[in-house]
């Protein structure tokens, strides 16, 4: 059973910076495409960043210039590097993994950019 535990998030005043990360679980991370998506109420879950195995990146013009995703296949470890946050950045923050065969979510860490 493949898992995806997000972890880093909590409550953090605008301005300032916050690091996720997504342990995998089983032997699928290194030939996985790694997401970060993030969902605020009322609102439709939306990509924020994302990672190929060979450590492509891609992100959301809203965050551009502001977060890093970066992964660790040692460590089975995504990371999200989150700076500047602002109070529109508040969402439950999730961690995705997709490969031909699967398609896998975390639970979701949330995340609160409020003074």
């Known amino acids: 059973q493949v898992q995806l535990v997000e972890s880093g998030g909590g409550l953090v005043q605008p301005g300032g910076s916050l690091r996720l990360s997504c342990a995998a679980s089983g032997s699928i991370f290194s030939n996985s495409f790694m997401g970060w998506y993030r969902q605020a109420p009322g609102k439709q879950r939306e990509r924020v960043a994302s990672i190929n195995s060979y450590g492509r990146t891609n992100y959301a013009d809203f965050v551009k210039g502001r977060f890093t995703i970066s992964r660790d296949n040692a460590e089975n470890t995504v990371y999200l590097q989150m700076n500047s946050l602002k109070p529109e950045d508040t969402a439950v923050y999730y961690c995705?993994?997709?490969?031909?065969?699967?398609?896998?979510w975390g639970q979701g860490t949330q995340v609160t950019v409020s003074s």
């Open positions: 995705r993994a997709i490969a031909v065969e699967y398609d896998y």
